[in-house]
């Protein structure tokens, strides 16, 4: 099984601010098959990002991804207030399909 | 427009087994290239991924429930469904269908109480 480790736990950031987040895979994710999701209380996860830095239909430019292998990185460039939330990353190159525990991205 | 919806009772009791289906909408299960999922996620808590399947009827499933789970397909009414066995409180989540990785349903709630 591919764990997925996200760092940081929370990162606590101003709007206007870049925000970085880390997913490290325990083994090399096949084909980059790696996707970001956003989530805020009481929605659905919302896809981001697919194979580590395709943005999604309807995402953002501030939002990209990107790193291959065991190590990817969600960038927002600028944090704007919608985009506080929790984020995670999936591994879906190879089953079982895996979740990083998540990244808390709230406002300083 | 792709659509994914979930559907099944919001309530289960203990040791009893759960089933949820999931219409599909917009993309046709038995053409498609994408595996359909399962994904769930208990109050406060983060995504389990808990399996999926492909038009064919190949399943792969999280290791940690595969004794209790079963995923099937339907493609001539266009949906999969999801069986848990043996539930217990600990069951109780937000269950999610998905178009792996990039359409998911709305999610659906389902406690395990007496």
């Known amino acids: 099984e591919n764990v997925l480790t996200q760092s940081p736990g929370t990162l606590s950031l101003s709007p206007g601010e870049r925000a970085t987040l880390s997913c490290r895979a325990s083994q090399s994710v096949n084909w980059s098959y790696l996707a970001w999701f956003q989530q805020k209380p009481g929605q659905a996860p919302r896809l981001l990002i697919t194979g580590a830095s395709h943005r999604a239909t309807g995402i953002p430019d501030r939002f990209s991804g990107s790193g291959s292998g065991t190590d990817f990185t969600l960038t927002i460039s600028r944090l704007e207030a919608e985009d506080f939330a929790v984020y995670y990353c999936q591994q879906y190159g190879s089953f079982p399909f895996t979740f990083g525990p998540g990244t808390k991205v709230d406002i300083k | 427009q792709l659509q994914l919806q979930e559907s099944g009772p919001g309530l289960v009791k203990p040791s009893e087994t759960l089933s949820l289906t999931c219409t599909v909408s917009g993309d046709s299960i038995s053409s498609s290239t994408y595996y359909w999922g399962w994904i769930r996620q208990s109050p406060g808590k983060g995504l389990e991924w808990i399996g999926s399947?492909?038009?064919?009827?190949?399943?792969y499933y999280n290791p940690s429930l595969k004794s209790r789970v079963t995923i099937s397909v339907d493609t001539s009414k266009n949906q999969f469904s999801l069986r848990m066995t043996s539930v217990t409180a600990a069951d109780t989540a937000v269950y999610y269908c998905?178009?792996?990785?990039?359409?998911w349903g709305q999610g659906t709630l389902v406690t395990v109480s007496s």
């Open positions: 399947i492909y038009h064919s009827g190949s399943a």
């Open positions: 998905a178009r792996e990785p990039d359409a």
